[in-house]
């Protein structure tokens, strides 16, 4: 029967055929070319953009002030109060540099507590505290111990510190141990600047440690938890 039709007929035909192949083809190519291209935009752009944004905001938060107390730390005068023991006529450069810090850097508080005096030189809302050191501040002696040049402690909703980030530094002097200068951050305004972060309509950001375990998120009651208790597609990366 297909012989009885026309030449013109028969290309017509032919043509349908081809452009029906090829629409095929292309739809297949166009659905792969689709889906690699929604792989590479999340791997290549929007995780990266993600993942930049979030670390600018930890760096921001936490290693700019871990600098701050660097920079604190290696203070002439500050040096020159540690050489002489420590005076209490000294105590002002010690709130001033504290107080710089916060006005500055914008941490809830800083303060530096000594070992050689044990004695805490704390400013906090806009008001300088002091007080002894003593044997209950056992997190004191164990930072002293662990030799740790910087620390960062966590707290989510303790009674007593709340939902705050200590960072830490190690004041050492001559070889010897002579305290630690500490700042604190909310951690609650961390979660509120990541939850500004958008990832398509549903996403989440959330930044994790090592092992899994959620650090900061929007959620604070997600904080301390294993991300894949949230999330079980994240198993098989923490078994």
Do not use: C
């Not at 906090?124 to 402690?153: C, H, M, N, P, Q």
Request: charged content about 25%; proline content about 3%.
């Amino acid at each position: 029967m297909f012989r009885n039709i026309g030449v013109g007929r028969k290309i017509v035909i032919l043509l349908v055929a081809l452009l029906t192949i090829t629409a095929g083809a292309v739809i297949l190519v166009n659905r792969a070319f689709f889906q690699r291209s929604m792989r590479e935009q999340l791997t290549e752009y929007q995780l990266p953009l993600v993942s930049d944004y979030a670390l600018t905001t930890v760096t921001g938060k936490i290693l700019t002030i871990a600098d701050a107390l660097e920079l604190a730390s290696r203070n002439p005068y500050f040096v020159d109060w540690l050489a002489a023991g420590e005076p209490e006529e000294g105590d002002d450069l010690v709130y001033r540099l504290a107080e710089s810090i916060v006005a500055t850097y914008g941490p809830l508080g800083a303060n530096f507590i000594s070992d050689h005096a044990r004695k805490y030189h704390d400013v906090l809302e806009g008001k300088r505290y002091a007080r002894t050191v003593t044997e209950e501040d056992g997190w004191f002696f164990g930072f002293r111990d662990s030799g740790r040049k910087v620390d960062i402690v966590i707290y989510v909703g303790d009674p007593t510190w709340g939902t705050k980030a200590f960072i830490n530094m190690r004041i050492d002097h001559q070889g010897q141990y002579r305290g630690m200068m500490s700042a604190s951050i909310d951690l609650e305004d961390m979660a509120a600047q990541l939850n500004r972060m958008k990832f398509g309509d549903h996403g989440q950001a959330f930044i994790i440690n090592q092992t899994g375990m959620i650090r900061f998120t929007k959620d604070k009651e997600r904080i301390g938890k294993q991300v894949e208790t949230i999330s079980p597609a994240y198993q098989a990366h923490w078994p």
